[in-house]
């Protein structure tokens, strides 16, 4: 049997009348200067990607017990010249660099806090969720707050000690939530809501809007 009609072929990737090839000559090679800068951005990028991997991968060094201990080690293979990564100084310490000196205890709550928060921001990002599940983003940042520093346990909360890319994380995750459910808060109620609360929200918001961020940064360390 033979098929009668016809099968268009698929447009190759590399094809020069490609959408990929169409953006490269638009915004790489779209005139001489143009061709010249991007030619040397890529080898600029090429070499810089040559000399990270070779000081991270090439000369690393992976079991030391300090890190003039990898110094000695890549001066020794390597001469005292060149760099290498210490990657030897994550051994034994990536808790510490997750959660900061924190008691190995109770990092559970930690990661029980990350857990929470992500859930939270999902119904802030992800509008196809429940509405009802906003009530999770509001109620957020006061339970992973009891959760960080252990609430009414008394033995948890002497020793809370919160550092390393969790503050980090908790930081940005509560901001998040706080300043979405605020801004949300304010233009409803410059919406809907009565004169003198329309006013109010109307005012925050310009003042919040016209204010520089680092004037509000500084007024915050102020206060």
Known sequence: MYRKDYIAPRPRLLNKNSAVFRWIRRNLFYSPAGSVISLAAALFVSWMALLLFEWAVLRGVWTAASFKECGEIVARIHGPGPKGACWAVFNGRISEFLFGPHPPE??????????????????????????????????CPFIALILITGGVSPEASRSFQVGGIFMILVIAATSATIAISSGTLLAIGHKYAAAPVRVTCAAITAFCRGTPLVVLLFISTII
Request: proline share 6%; charged share 10%; with cysteine.
């Open 106 to 139: 109770f990092i559970w709550r930690h990661v029980s806090a990350c857990v929470l928060i992500i859930a939270a921001l999902a119904p802030l990002i992800f509008g196809a969720l429940p509405r009802k599940l906003l009530w999770l983003s509001v109620a």
